[in-house]
């Protein structure tokens, strides 16, 4: 065989980056905003939350088709459990007769539906990919997260989704468990992979909660700071006790008229450290520094490293969230050439801004109003996704020439704080400095 052959030719332009291809990647398609759970951390649970309930329509979902021929993955999930619209089997039949051979349909489900007869339905029709929510590994702490579900039935699940790979001769097919982690569970996570792998997951994501109020605030169990800033922090903190001096009164000190030697040592030491910053590019937020936990985050890693020595000793694919904000962004919707399809048939960028709905991620309220390019019912799905407007989105969301609102001093303020975001502080159009997907807190099946 030619050691060239399957190669790109030297001669051959440069494939294009997905955002700027003609066609999307990946879609994720909302099945139904319905749910036969009331999860205490979903956003539907929550005040000023602007979604209607809805199943996606066979009408709607013809009009996806004619990007099926290019995707490499379409996700059936948005905020509903998917099971509940009577037509899934149907679609997955119909995308896997388009899509490339090498493209994958998947959805996430609270698996209470799964009898064994849909199992074997859904792998029929194509189902690559199964990813059942299971936050716990104790019954208590189970219903507690997940109100109204046990653990026996993602057993139930796991048992059905087995029976049908056999019995339909698809032992390809993929199941695996999404882990939604709270401080509450927290230590629960590496038992919950094991009991998954031992019931016949192959994968498993994990994903730090999204708080959509204070009072779920404490729950999260991600830094609000970057690792980079930690580590600096953490070094001049030493120097600080190597003077006898005490970090964390910084601001008594800083704000004084007059200070007395220690306190301008103090003073010293932490402009010191803001020059390196400076310097080496990383932004310090001192007032979230001094409030981190840092017994919190040394929890997380501890926790991390067993989750990671139970995947490698059961052979399961394992993806962890981030423990603290990622310094680089990465938005892996856009720069991956994804886009999000609504019940309605509203074409957004993601599942940031897929609904009208209100967070508090980075220790405030902020609205979030949803970003359309187009409806499916108006506009063919190719039209809406190289429309000028769609394709000049993408190109500035990967420039990330917008603010980082997490590790601003000054947020909220009055841009992002609004019911109708029009610009930001660097006079930009693009709602995403407040997003937390692309600093890596948050993931899900894709």
Not at 119 to 141: H, K, Q, Y
Not at 253 to 277: F, T
Not at 339 to 356: K, Q, T
Request: hydrophobic letters at 40%; glycine letters at 6%; a negative charge.
């Amino acid at each position: 065989m030619n050691s060239n052959q399957g190669m790109q030719s030297p001669l051959s332009p440069p494939a294009l980056p997905p955002h700027r291809r003609a066609y999307p990647s990946k879609l994720f398609v909302e099945a139904t905003t319905r749910c036969n759970l009331g999860c205490f951390m979903c956003v539907k649970q929550t005040d000023g939350c602007g979604m209607t309930e809805g199943d996606l329509t066979p009408g709607i979902f013809a009009a996806v088709e004619p990007a099926l021929p290019h995707l490499e993955a379409l996700i059936l999930n948005g905020i509903g459990e998917p099971l509940l619209n009577p037509h899934l089997a149907e679609f997955i039949r119909k995308a896997k007769r388009l899509m490339p051979a090498t493209g994958w349909i998947g959805f996430q489900s609270n698996g209470l539906l799964l009898t064994n007869l849909r199992a074997i339905s859904l792998v029929e029709a194509g189902l690559d990919r199964i990813c059942l929510s299971m936050d716990a590994a104790s019954p208590e702490t189970f219903r507690k997260v997940r109100e109204g579900s046990d653990i026996p039935d993602i057993e139930h699940a796991m048992a059905a989704l087995n029976a049908a790979k056999e019995r339909c001769n698809r032992p390809e097919v993929r199941v695996g468990i999404e882990f939604v982690l709270m401080r509450s569970n927290l230590g629960e996570l590496p038992a919950a992979l094991r009991w998954a792998a031992e019931h016949g997951a192959t994968f498993a994501v994990v994903t730090h909660v999204l708080p959509y109020d204070d009072q779920h605030a404490d729950e999260a169990a991600y830094g609000s700071c970057s690792a980079a800033a930690i580590a600096l922090f953490g070094s001049y903190r030493a120097i600080a006790a190597q003077q006898g001096l005490d970090i964390y009164r910084y601001f008594e000190a800083r704000w004084k008229y007059r200070r007395n030697p220690d306190e301008q040592k103090l003073v010293a030491v932490i402009e010191a450290m803001k020059a390196e910053a400076d310097a080496r590019d990383i932004f310090v937020d001192m007032k979230k520094l001094l409030q981190l936990d840092t017994r919190r985050i040394e929890d997380v890693v501890a926790v991390f490293a067993q989750a990671r020595a139970v995947a490698l000793e059961c052979g399961l694919d394992l993806r962890l969230p981030e423990v603290t904000l990622r310094e680089k962004r990465h938005c892996s919707f856009v720069e991956d050439g994804g886009a999000f399809i609504s019940w309605e048939g509203n074409v957004s960028p993601c599942y940031f801004l897929w609904h009208r709905y209100r967070c508090f991620a980075s220790g405030w309220h902020q609205q979030v109003q949803p970003k359309v390019f187009g409806n499916l019912a108006e506009q063919g799905m190719l039209e809406i996704w190289n429309d000028p407007a769609f394709r000049s989105f993408r190109e500035q969301v990967v420039d990330y020439d917008y603010p980082d609102c997490s590790s601003c001093t000054l947020a909220p303020c009055d841009y992002v704080q609004t019911e109708r975001f029009e610009q930001d502080c660097h006079i930009r159009d693009i709602p995403c400095g407040a997003c937390l997907w692309c600093m890596g807190i948050f993931q899900c099946l894709q």
